[in-house]
């Protein structure tokens, strides 16, 4: 079936320090997005990003689909940066309409 | 409306008791979608409507699990008998045009079983 998997699961960072989040995926790709769980549960939308490279802010992201993996790069991370971030994505096909999630990556900043 | 909208927002229930969840999408938005997020897990797609007709119910994990659309906005997702492996947290979302636009998220609703 197809598979997202994320890495690394974990990631303790300094405030001010960098850090890329990476994303495998295991088919052609439909539609993939990034999305950052705040502390109440709360998804938020980073990126919609099937192919290319886009920016926002602090943040970019980078798809590169004939490798079937997507990056979320953060700059500068902030406290309000800690969370959980995921990957999701759609192949189309017989898996239309449906997002598979990875596991996540949890973020730390301290202080 | 401005975003995705669920309720209620907790629920605490008794294992054999039926529940239903609401979910009021981004108005004009056609697609429709509910997931679950078990405590510590990513989200498993539940089932899609695409207007009021639900091509995808692949993901719903028994024949205790159904739901609805009317009028291509709310839904509803019922849940009977249920059991103390069905508490988690239930997410809505939708997208404005088909499946491959982004989706967007409620707040979602937490399940609690007893």
């Known amino acids: 079936g197809i598979q997202v998997e994320q890495s690394p699961p974990d990631l303790i960072l300094q405030e001010g320090a960098n850090s890329t989040l990476r994303c495998n995926f295991s088919d052609s790709v439909n539609n993939l997005q990034w999305f950052h769980q705040n502390p109440w549960g709360q998804l938020i939308n980073l990126f919609y990003i099937p192919s290319g490279t886009k920016q926002n802010g602090r943040l970019s992201a980078t798809t590169v689909a004939t490798e079937r993996y997507s990056l979320l790069y953060i700059s500068s991370s902030q406290t309000t940066d800690s969370g959980v971030y995921f990957c999701a994505f759609n192949a189309g096909g017989t898996s239309y309409g449906k997002l598979t999630f990875g596991q996540g990556t949890i973020l730390t900043v301290h202080p | 409306g401005a975003g995705v909208s669920q309720s209620p927002s907790n629920k605490v229930t008794e294992k054999g008791k039926d529940v239903e969840l609401r979910c009021d999408p981004i108005?004009?938005?056609?697609?429709l979608y509910w997931y679950r997020q078990r405590l510590g897990q990513g989200l498993e797609f539940l089932i899609y409507?695409?207007?009021?007709?639900?091509?995808?119910k692949s993901g719903l994990p028994s024949d205790r699990f159904s739901a609805e659309r009317t009028g291509e906005s709310v839904s509803t997702l019922t849940i009977q008998r249920t059991q103390q492996e069905d508490s988690a947290v239930y997410l809505c979302?939708?997208?404005?045009?088909?499946?491959?636009?982004?989706?967007?998220f409620g707040p979602g609703t937490r399940l609690t079983v007893l």
């Open positions: 979302a939708s997208s404005s045009w088909g499946v491959t636009d982004t989706q967007y």
């Open positions: 108005s004009g938005h056609t697609a």
């Open positions: 409507f695409q207007g009021n007709s639900a091509p995808d």
